[in-house]
């Protein structure tokens, strides 16, 4: 079993920062793709990025790409969001998550994570 916990949300104005970080803990994850949905009040939850398990392939979902970077230290059992040029509509629950087998495919609509965190609050005032 994986456990999750992220960490590094918080309140921020548009056109700020934030850098989300997920330690994962229970048994390494050096061989399994990770990453991130959020879930904004009232929507449906949502593919925010990916990365497989060396870190050479990545996925973004449109609203986010160029603006948001994910990426991985796998000596910590961590992966990272660093997110750039927030907007309002990003404000959510940020979910770090992971795929039990190894060598998964990190693109969106293949990935299907089965391990997640408890969440972290981001929040984007205008």
């Known amino acids: 079993q994986v456990r999750l916990v992220e960490s590094g949300g918080g309140l921020v104005q548009a056109g700020g920062s934030l850098r989300l970080s997920c330690a994962a803990s229970?048994?390494?994850?050096?061989?399994?793709?990770m990453g991130w949905f959020r879930q904004a009040p009232g929507k449906e939850r949502e593919f925010v990025a990916a990365?497989?398990?060396?870190?050479?392939?990545?996925d973004y979902s449109d609203s986010v790409r160029g603006r948001f970077t994910i990426s991985r230290d796998n000596a910590k059992n961590t992966i990272f969001l660093q997110m750039n040029s927030l907007k309002p509509e990003d404000t959510a629950d940020y979910y770090c998550?992971?795929?039990?087998?190894?060598?998964?495919?990190?693109?969106?609509?293949?990935?299907?994570?089965?391990?997640w965190g408890q969440g972290t609050q981001v929040t984007v005032s205008s």
């Open positions: 998550n992971a795929d039990a087998e190894s060598f998964g495919t990190p693109i969106r609509g293949r990935y299907e994570p089965d391990y």
């Open positions: 229970g048994r390494t994850v050096s061989w399994n793709t």
């Open positions: 990365i497989s398990f060396n870190g050479g392939i990545t």
